[in-house]
C-alpha cells in the first residue's frame, strides 16, 4: 500500500486511468497532462497486471490517495531438472568414499554415505535415494545383498545401482548383473566416467 498526502486523485480521471473501471486514457500525454500525473500510475498498473496483480486506489478529503495491490504468491516448485537427485555412496574405504562425496557434491546431487553393508540398508530405507553406487566386498553384507534388498523394494522400483568393484572376474561381473545391478564398473575406475554414466542412467 502506499499512501500521499497530496491532491485526492478526481474520480473521473480515476474512472479514465483504468482504477475504477471505464475508458482508459488514449495516450501516454494526456495522462502526464491531468491536474494530478496519472502517467505513473498507469504504468505500476500495466506492470502489476502482468503480474496477475490488482491495484486500486481509495480517496479521503484531507488525506489525499491510497493506492492498494495485489500479487499473487506461486508457490516455490522445482521442476525435475533442478530437483536435487539423491545419490547413495557406499564403500569401507574413505579413500574412495570421501572424494566420490565431494564428486557427487560438487555436481549438485543431494549425497548420503554409507559404510558397510547394513549402513547400506538403513540409508536405503530412510532415504529411498534414485541412485546407488555401491562396492561389493564389505564388512558385515555385502553388495551383493545389499543390491537383493534394493531390487526387492518397491519404492526403489526405479533406482539405479552401479556396483563400484574390484571383482573382475566374469562370473562375478555376470552375478552383479543378476541381482539388479544397471551397470559394473570395475576398479580402479574414472571419476569422470562414473559421473557420465550416473547422468546417462538418470537422463530418463
Not at 486506489?57 to 495491490?69: D, H, L, M, P, Q
Request: with cysteine; proline share 5%; hydrophobic share 40%.
Amino acid at each position: 500500500m502506499a499512501c500521499d498526502q497530496g491532491a485526492v486523485l478526481i474520480p473521473g480521471l480515476a474512472v479514465r486511468a483504468g482504477f475504477l473501471g471505464g475508458a482508459p486514457l488514449s495516450s501516454k500525454e494526456e495522462l502526464c497532462t491531468q491536474p494530478l500525473c496519472l502517467c505513473p500510475l498507469a504504468l505500476c498498473k500495466k506492470i502489476i497486471k502482468s503480474h496477475q496483480g490488482r491495484l486500486w486506489v481509495a480517496n479521503e478529503s484531507g488525506k489525499g490517495a491510497r493506492f492498494s495491490f495485489t500479487l499473487p504468491l506461486k508457490h516455490k516448485t522445482m521442476s525435475k531438472e533442478k530437483e536435487k537427485l539423491k545419490v547413495l555412496v557406499v564403500d569401507d574405504e574413505p579413500s574412495i568414499l570421501m572424494p566420490l562425496e565431494f564428486l557427487m557434491r560438487k555436481n549438485g546431487y543431494q549425497v548420503f554415505i554409507a559404510r558397510n553393508g547394513v549402513e547400506a540398508m538403513e540409508s536405503v530405507n530412510r532415504e529411498l535415494p534414485k541412485v546407488v553406487v555401491l562396492d561389493i566386498m564389505m564388512p558385515e553384507m555385502d553388495g551383493y545383498e545389499v543390491c537383493r534388498h534394493i531390487r526387492g523394494k518397491p519404492e526403489m522400483s526405479g533406482a539405479k545401482v552401479i556396483f563400484l568393484s574390484a571383482k573382475t572376474k566374469e562370473a562375478d561381473i555376470k552375478k552383479g548383473y543378476a541381482v539388479g545391478a544397471d551397470l559394473y564398473i570395475l576398479k580402479p575406475f574414472s571419476t569422470r566416467f562414473l559421473m557420465e554414466k550416473i547422468k546417462d542412467l538418470t537422463a530418463c
